[in-house]
């Protein structure tokens, strides 16, 4: 029984140092105390005559039982250390990853504020918008529908890409009932339509003869020639590609920032845990979408 007990206590230390796998060994260890306890109580029985290998064998046993679960506890300890590393680093990451979008959309939007209000300055100073003029005018289609002319003039040194009007139409109390935006200067970089010319300094603009920009939408509570137009937005020349290469140069620099941050995480993670009045024809004014999509030119008027 010593022997037994010897041999089953070496093998239960040959594989229980071997983390988790190791804890298999625990009950192959206990079975050699049981016969190391065996062969304790014939050794008394003989008085005491081999008494060594039993004594050998239980503690190989208790050593078997021992170093599984030291082995597998410093390997659970170290494994839960690392990976609490990896969950602080990958937290700062993200928090870094935060705080360099925050500041990103606050550039933006300090940069969208600052356009316009160069724009509002540019309206009040620069553009003119006269010999505006509402009323029911003829159409060939649709007979008798609000309609509406006006010239525009760029008095400033600026090219403009984009100009919008808003008509507010008033009631016979003066309250405004409805509006329409038009778009008498719209620049695009694809357009099937004759005009997709800018406006530049000095350059007035006018409807062609014989058109104007229809209102079908404004109610019959609109008191005929009451009615308030202002330009409300403008878009210069160098605005789109400036905007443009702006928005890709932080969309980059965020996209930088979100890889460095899977990078990181990657980075940490893997070897550790392994160890956005006329007779004519009227014009529709189509809405005006931010998408680049192929349509004709809304300032340019349908031919009678």
């Known amino acids: 029984m010593g022997i037994a007990a010897v041999v089953v206590g070496i093998f239960a230390l040959l594989f229980g140092w071997v983390p988790f796998l190791g804890l298999f060994a625990i009950p192959v260890a206990a079975l050699g105390l049981f016969l190391a306890g065996i062969g304790f109580l014939l050794a008394m029985m003989r008085k005491f005559k081999g008494m060594g290998m039993p004594l050998l064998g239980g503690v190989l046993s208790i050593a078997g039982v021992g170093v599984p679960l030291l082995s597998t506890g410093g390997t659970s300890a170290a494994i ?15 928090q870094r990853f935060e705080q360099e979008r925050a ?38 289609l649709d007979g008798k ?24 139409f008033k009631d016979e109390s003066g309250s405004i009932i409805a509006e329409e935006d038009f778009h008498p200067v719209l620049v695009r970089p694809y357009s099937y339509s004759g005009k997709n010319a800018p406006l530049k300094p000095g350059y007035v603009w006018q409807m062609e003869k014989g058109k104007f920009y229809s209102a079908k939408s404004v109610p019959s509570e609109w008191q005929e020639g009451s009615m ?44 550790q845990v392994a160890s956005q009045r006329v007779e004519s024809t009227p014009i529709d004014e189509p809405a005006v979408r931010d998408t680049p999509a192929l349509q004709d030119d809304p300032a340019k008027p349908i031919r009678s």
Do not use: W
Request: include cysteine; glycine fraction near 4%; aromatic fraction near 4%.
């Open 228 to 271: 308030q137009a202002r330009v409300t937005e403008i878009g210069f020349a160098e605005s789109h590609d400036t905007n443009a290469r702006n928005r890709l140069n932080m969309k980059n620099h965020l996209g930088l920032a979100v890889m460095a941050t899977l990078v990181a995480s990657c980075t940490t993670t893997a070897p």
């Open 103 to 140: 500041r990103l959309e606050q550039q933006e939007a300090q940069a969208e504020q600052e356009a316009e209000k160069r724009q509002a300055a540019y309206i009040a100073e620069h553009i003119e918008l006269y010999d505006v003029e509402a009323s029911y005018m003829d159409s060939l």
């Open 80 to 94: 839960s250390a690392e990976m609490e590393k990896v969950s602080n680093e990958r937290d700062s990451a993200r």
């Open 145 to 168: 529908v609000p309609g509406v002319l006006f010239k525009l003039k760029n008095k400033g040194d600026q090219t403009l890409e984009k100009v919008k009007v808003t008509v507010y």
